[in-house]
């Protein structure tokens, strides 16, 4: 099987999306439990911090994705390189 993207791609992605899951996760705990310092700034939109937190837990599944599928493009090029057949 052959990695859909080089190895240098899927290893920044990976690690992109590692960074992204962990600060929304951060930014969806702050959201969920009313932080004061982010609430201040949806004062008059009309949204609640546990809506703004959904959200955020649904770009952290995305994140997900793509951490998944570049971690495994990663594998695939490990892999591919240790056996070649000549």
């Known amino acids: 099987m052959k990695?859909?993207?080089s190895a240098g791609l899927a290893q920044g992605c990976t690690g992109l999306s590692l960074i992204g899951i962990i600060f929304l996760s951060v930014l969806s705990y702050l959201f969920a439990h009313e932080a004061e310092a982010l609430m201040h700034d949806l004062a008059g939109s009309g949204l609640?911090?546990?809506q703004v937190a959904k959200t955020c837990i649904g770009a952290v599944a995305i994140y997900t994705v793509f951490f998944l599928f570049c971690g495994s493009q990663v594998l695939v090029?490990?892999?591919q390189n240790r056996v070649q057949l000549s």
């Open 48 to 50: 609640t911090g546990s």
């Open 77 to 79: 090029a490990r892999y």
């Open 3 to 5: 990695p859909l993207v």
